[in-house]
């Protein structure tokens, strides 16, 4: 009669190598975010500083447009300085 035994452990080797390869796809998952959150969209803290600066502003359409134009200017006099 066969043996059918099975070791439910698998090699240590085989351990490792999948914590490795997991390890280095969830750092590729992150670095792949934080460099989209980096390269699109604004920075958070020039939209809190957007925000302060127009928050004597009442209404929504003519808050977001004075935010518009202080994030436009203030790119403009980061881009003069260099």
């Not at 490795?20 to 460099?35: D, F, K, N, Q, Y």
């Not at 127009?54 to 004075?66: F, H, I, N, T």
């Amino acid at each position: 009669m066969p043996d059918y035994s099975f070791d439910p452990r698998p090699h240590s080797g085989i351990v490792i190598f999948a914590a490795a390869v997991s390890t280095l796809t969830a750092l590729g998952i992150v670095i792949g975010v934080v460099t989209l959150f980096q390269s699109r969209g604004i920075p958070l803290e020039e939209a809190v500083l957007a925000e302060r600066a127009c928050e004597s502003k009442l209404y929504v359409s003519d808050k977001q447009e004075c935010m518009r134009e202080w994030m436009a200017s203030a790119h403009l006099k980061q881009f003069a300085r260099r």
